[in-house]
């Protein structure tokens, strides 16, 4: 008897408890947040009064339901970026505080959409409804969480994946004038990964609508948006929404990889990024630094592009690799953004307009460029066939500059000018047609063991083509071997020559016979 009036007793206590905290529940409910007032306004900035709760980068609710991001915290008021078109909003209007930082739904539903930085939708399909959240700015994963970068993420660009390859949770910037090509060699890269298990992300931040939509008709046209997420701000959008974007895009992005996924995120462009950051921090009256930019700028990009990386497998093994554009004016590699982010990044891949005027394209210019990771990560079929590659091109380049001023080159020298025009038509390739690994190797192996030496240049197109069709005769265990860190052996290496020998050999006997 004793021992039931004892449960009894418990059971009451625990009812009146749990009354108790249901009660205060209640009565928290019904207390108001804080409610501030906005004391000025200005060119995306609202000044804010009376909310001394408020914490760094909460997200705050403003009468005519946009929001505003509280980065400055004064004693006396609150600097506002709002996130909204502001036209309705007046000084004296209540301002409330969300007790939330920024977020934005993340999951497999956000694949094939094209949304803004807060998640609306901006492809006319409706809501995108997701089950979770994630902060905009989460922090960068620990060291002991990161493991090497070890599986390269083929761009389908010859150049790059040969010369400059890039490995999955590598950051590679890339940076050019203006109309050098640079969004499509971050296309190109995307449309590449059909079919290879990486999902991708791309960020438009500040761009002009008509090239959103350009970059979005080809994603869809080439069948590359059914893996692909598109965050998008334009030109005419406020600048705290252009500041949000890239944190936008790699929470979503950090939803794959945290499940195992290799995940590409393109960054189009950080020069943007860092212009609307300026704007924003100029009519917060902070303090300008170097070039009119904040002192912070150099933190704000590395924040960002340090969440790029390789987890541990006791993590998932996922990745996040980065693809950063950054704009230069007049191939000034040494101002201000572009040195930040070379120093962020782990290599670089540089655009000329020189190149891109006489129609070398993709217009890389292989001296400045460089990848200080990927080529551990590069495959051994592609290091073995490209291994002095770069080191022939750099030769010629100098050699033809040189040739230039009418110099009497001897034999060697020739042949060395020879090999390296070769070398230069093979690595043309017109945009939005990536290469497969197969067809790469077969041409960069025709290309060093001197197939194409008796090929005139006006038909090296014709006969890579030539090349690329025969990858077929190649038996299927060979080509299976192409796609694991295993090196090409002399056994394979003279299969493949064979057939390649054969396809340049059986097309100039065909030009041939046509001349006649």
Same mark, same amino acid.
């Given at each position: 008897?004793?021992?039931?009036?004892?449960?009894?007793?418990?059971?009451?206590?625990?009812?009146?408890?749990?009354?108790?905290?249901?009660?205060?529940?209640?009565?928290?409910?019904?207390?108001?947040?804080?409610?501030?007032?906005?004391?000025?306004?200005?060119?995306?900035?609202?000044?804010?009064?009376?909310?001394?709760?408020?914490?760094?980068?909460?997200?705050?609710?403003?009468?005519?339901?946009?929001?505003?991001?509280?980065?400055?915290?004064?004693?006396?008021?609150?600097?506002?970026?709002?996130?909204?078109?502001?036209?309705?909003?007046?000084?004296?209007?209540?301002?409330?505080?969300?007790?939330?930082?920024?977020?934005?739904?993340?999951?497999?539903?956000?694949?094939?959409?094209?949304?803004?930085?807060?998640?609306?939708?901006?492809?006319?399909?409706?809501?995108?409804?997701?089950?979770?959240?994630?902060?905009?700015?989460?922090?960068?994963?620990?060291?002991?969480?990161?493991?090497?970068?070890?599986?390269?993420?083929?761009?389908?660009?010859?150049?790059?994946?040969?010369?400059?390859?890039?490995?999955?949770?590598?950051?590679?910037?890339?940076?050019?004038?203006?109309?050098?090509?640079?969004?499509?060699?971050?296309?190109?890269?995307?449309?590449?990964?059909?079919?290879?298990?990486?999902?991708?992300?791309?960020?438009?931040?500040?761009?002009?609508?008509?090239?959103?939509?350009?970059?979005?008709?080809?994603?869809?046209?080439?069948?590359?948006?059914?893996?692909?997420?598109?965050?998008?701000?334009?030109?005419?959008?406020?600048?705290?929404?252009?500041?949000?974007?890239?944190?936008?895009?790699?929470?979503?992005?950090?939803?794959?990889?945290?499940?195992?996924?290799? #995940?590409?995120? +393109?960054?189009? !462009? @950080?020069?943007?990024?860092?212009?609307?950051?300026? &704007? %924003?921090?100029?009519?917060? *009256?902070?303090?300008?630094?170097?070039?009119?930019?904040?002192?912070?700028?150099?933190?704000?990009?590395?924040?960002?592009?340090?969440?790029?990386?390789?987890?541990?497998?006791?993590?998932?093994?996922?990745?996040?690799?980065?693809?950063?554009?950054?704009?230069?004016?007049?191939?000034?590699?040494?101002?201000?953004?572009?040195?930040?982010?070379?120093?962020?990044?782990?290599?670089?891949?540089?655009?000329?307009?020189?190149?891109?005027?006489?129609?070398?394209?993709?217009?890389?210019?292989?001296?400045?460029?460089?990848?200080?990771?990927?080529?551990?990560?590069?495959?051994?079929? #592609?290091?073995? +066939?490209?291994? !002095? @590659?770069?080191?022939?091109?750099?030769?010629?380049? &100098? %050699?033809?500059?040189?040739? *230039?001023?009418?110099?009497?080159?001897?034999?060697?020298?020739?042949?060395?000018?020879?090999?390296?025009?070769?070398?230069?038509?093979?690595?043309?390739?017109?945009?939005?047609?990536?290469?497969?690994?197969?067809?790469?190797?077969?041409?960069?192996?025709?290309?060093?063991?001197?197939?194409?030496?008796?090929?005139?240049?006006?038909?090296?197109?014709?006969?890579?083509?030539?090349?690329?069709?025969?990858?077929?005769?190649?038996?299927?265990?060979?080509?299976?071997?192409?796609?694991?860190?295993?090196?090409?052996?002399?056994?394979?290496?003279?299969?493949?020559?064979?057939?390649?020998?054969?396809? +340049?050999?059986?097309?100039?006997?065909?030009?041939?016979?046509?001349?006649?």
């Amino acid at each position: 008897m004793t021992q039931e009036l004892g449960r009894l007793g418990v059971v009451l206590e625990q009812t009146v408890a749990g009354l108790a905290k249901a009660r205060e529940s209640v009565v928290s409910r019904l207390v108001p947040t804080e409610v501030g007032r906005v004391a000025a306004l200005s060119n995306s900035i609202a000044r804010v009064t009376g909310l001394p709760g408020v914490g760094s980068e909460e997200l705050l609710l403003f009468p005519d339901g946009g929001y505003g991001i509280a980065l400055n915290i004064n004693p006396e008021e609150i600097g506002v970026v709002l996130l909204h078109d502001a036209a309705n909003l007046r000084a004296g209007d209540e301002v409330r505080r969300t007790e939330r930082v920024m977020d934005v739904g993340v999951g497999p539903e956000l694949l094939g959409r094209i949304i803004d930085p807060l998640g609306r939708p901006l492809d006319n399909r409706g809501a995108v409804v997701t089950d979770l959240r994630y902060p905009i700015e989460r922090p960068a994963p620990a060291i002991m969480d990161r493991a090497p970068v070890s599986e390269p993420l083929q761009t389908g660009i010859k150049v790059i994946d040969a010369l400059i390859p890039i490995g999955r949770g590598q950051r590679e910037l890339i940076l050019g004038d203006r109309q050098t090509g640079k969004t499509t060699v971050a296309l190109d890269t995307i449309l590449n990964q059909r079919g290879k298990g990486v999902l991708c992300v791309y960020c438009a931040i500040g761009q002009r609508a008509a090239a959103v939509a350009k970059a979005t008709a080809i994603l869809r046209d080439h069948g590359a948006l059914e893996y692909t997420v598109v965050v998008v701000t334009e030109g005419n959008d406020p600048p705290g929404l252009a500041y949000l974007a890239p944190y936008a895009a790699t929470s979503i992005a950090e939803y794959f990889m945290e499940r195992g996924r290799d #995940v590409l995120v +393109v960054y189009d !462009d @950080l020069t943007h990024h860092a212009r609307a950051y300026r &704007e %924003l921090s100029l009519l917060l *009256r902070r303090p300008p630094g170097r070039e009119a930019f904040p002192g912070d700028i150099f933190y704000i990009h590395s924040r960002l592009l340090e969440r790029a990386t390789h987890l541990r497998p006791e993590r998932g093994g996922g990745s996040l690799t980065a693809l950063p554009i950054v704009e230069t004016e007049a191939q000034n590699m040494s101002a201000y953004i572009p040195t930040n982010l070379i120093s962020i990044t782990d290599g670089q891949i540089v655009l000329t307009p020189t190149l891109f005027d006489l129609g070398v394209l993709p217009a890389v210019d292989v001296g400045k460029s460089v990848s200080r990771v990927g080529g551990k990560a590069q495959r051994g079929a #592609v290091r073995a +066939v490209a291994g !002095d @590659l770069k080191l022939a091109y750099a030769q010629f380049e &100098e %050699l033809e500059t040189f040739a *230039r001023f009418g110099a009497r080159l001897d034999e060697s020298s020739q042949k060395t000018l020879e090999h390296g025009q070769r070398i230069r038509e093979c690595l043309k390739q017109p945009e939005f047609s990536p290469v497969v690994l197969d067809e790469q190797i077969a041409v960069l192996l025709a290309l060093t063991s001197g197939v194409f030496q008796g090929v005139p240049l006006e038909q090296m197109p014709e006969a890579e083509k030539r090349v690329r069709r025969a990858v077929t005769e190649i038996p299927i265990a060979v080509r299976e071997r192409f796609d694991t860190a295993a090196k090409l052996s002399d056994e394979d290496r003279q299969v493949v020559l064979k057939v390649v020998r054969n396809a +340049v050999e059986g097309g100039a006997h065909e030009t041939g016979e046509g001349n006649r």
